[in-house]
């Protein structure tokens, strides 16, 4: 993972893009893991979840950043959680008015966004540092970073676990659900298999990038 910056740095493509893949919350950095393995046990539960954090994070790196030079540093992280604890208790209400079933699907797990070490430490370690614009976009590549890890998950879960996306039937009705996969074992087991992916992805980018800079050097 590349260090973060401690000075403002200028917006590039790759402000918003590192949350995709570099610095990827779940599959790279394996923060708010807990979220991940607790509520992809259906799409609509990681959809859910992806969107309210994404919500926070936009909403309280916005809010630090704004208000960056007039905290005073000794109280910074508890001004942190207040902000992040604020936005958290509007999205609570929010999913609470729109679906109480969803609500009671995610459980307690919407108020421990505050806790997600994603948003808190997106907060500290980047927003407190730079212009609002641009603590706004990387939050929206984390954000959305976040979003497509719980999708990953929450739709091979439900897949392989129902046969179903969305509560749409998807295999035949002679398909044997893997019940395994929406308990929570099966998060374990699709994250590892995910990250093992990704590591693999990663690793042949890197080897292609280390033979195309070997043949350029040859050819010179």
């Not at 918003?16 to 570099?22: I, N, Q, S």
């Not at 609002?132 to 439900?158: D, Q, W, Y």
Request: glycine share 8%; proline share 4%; with cysteine.
């Amino acid at each position: 993972m590349a260090p973060l910056p401690n000075q403002e740095e200028t917006i590039t493509l790759d402000t918003f893009t590192r949350g995709l893949w570099k610095e990827n919350p779940v599959f790279v950095m394996l923060l708010g893991l807990c979220p991940v393995l607790a509520v992809t046990n259906t799409t609509m539960n990681a959809i859910a979840m992806g969107l309210a954090t994404l919500f926070v994070l936009v909403a309280s790196s916005t809010l630090v950043s704004l208000l960056r030079k007039l905290i005073p540093k000794q109280v910074r992280i508890a001004s942190y959680i207040i902000i992040i604890a604020t936005f958290v208790t509007m999205v609570d209400y929010l999913i609470q008015s729109i679906s109480l079933d969803l609500y009671n699907a995610l459980g307690a797990f919407i108020q421990l966004i505050v806790v997600n070490c994603v948003i808190l430490g997106r907060a500290e370690a980047y927003a407190s540092k730079q212009k609002v614009s641009t603590a706004i976009i990387n939050a929206l590549g984390m954000g959305v970073g976040f979003t497509i890890a719980l999708l990953c998950l929450g739709v091979t879960r439900e897949l392989l676990g129902a046969g179903t996306i969305l509560g749409f039937q998807v295999f035949s009705v002679d398909f044997e659900p893997w019940i395994v996969m929406l308990l929570p074992p099966g998060g374990f087991f699709v994250l590892g298999a995910w990250l093992l992916l990704f590591e693999y992805i990663k690793q042949r980018k890197e080897k292609n990038h280390l033979n195309v800079e070997g043949v350029a050097r040859d050819g010179s």
